[in-house]
C-alpha cells in the first residue's frame, strides 16, 4: 500500500525551527519528485520545496529566502524539510506529496502529484 506519513509539526515561537519529515511505504522515494506543499486557512494550498527524483534538483518557493533546507534520506526512505528562521506567515498545514520523476512539469503545479499525506500542522506563535 502506497501511503505518505508527514511528522514534526508543533506550536513553535517566531524565529524558532522545526523538522518535518515525510515517510513513504509502499515505493522508493529516490526515484520520486518529492514536494511540501502548506495551506494556512483561506488560502490556496502553495509549494514550498521540492527535489527531484534520482538527481536531487532542489527549488524553493520565493518566500522561503534561504530559510528552509529540503533533503532526501534513502536509507529511511524519507525526504526532510529543515526549515529555521520561522515566522507567523509560515503557519499553515504542511503537505508532502509525491510523482514519478518527469520533466516539463513545473513543481508547484498540485495536479502532477499522485500521492499526498494527510499533513502536519505548523503553528508559529508567541
Known amino acids: 500500500q502506497v501511503q505518505l506519513v508527514e511528522s514534526g509539526g508543533e506550536v513553535v515561537q517566531p524565529g524558532g525551527s522545526l523538522r518535518l519529515s515525510c515517510a513513504a511505504s509502499?515505493?522508493?522515494?529516490?526515484?520520486?519528485?518529492i514536494s511540501w506543499f502548506r495551506q494556512a486557512p483561506g488560502k490556496e494550498r502553495e509549494g514550498v520545496s521540492f527535489?527531484?527524483?534520482?538527481?536531487?534538483?532542489?527549488y524553493y518557493g520565493h518566500f522561503v529566502k534561504g530559510r528552509f533546507a529540503i533533503s532526501r534520506d534513502n536509507a529511511k526512505n524519507t525526504v526532510v524539510l529543515q526549515m529555521n528562521s520561522l515566522e507567523v506567515e509560515d503557519t499553515a498545514v504542511y503537505y508532502c506529496?509525491?510523482?514519478?520523476?518527469?520533466?516539463?512539469?513545473?513543481?508547484?503545479?498540485?495536479?502532477?502529484?499522485?500521492?499526498w499525506g494527510q499533513g502536519t500542522q505548523v503553528t508559529v506563535s508567541s
Open positions: 527535489i527531484r527524483g534520482n538527481t536531487d534538483r532542489k
Open positions: 509502499g515505493f522508493n522515494l529516490d526515484e520520486y519528485d
Open positions: 506529496a509525491a510523482r514519478i520523476s518527469t520533466y516539463g512539469s513545473a513543481w508547484y503545479l498540485r495536479d502532477t502529484y499522485t500521492y
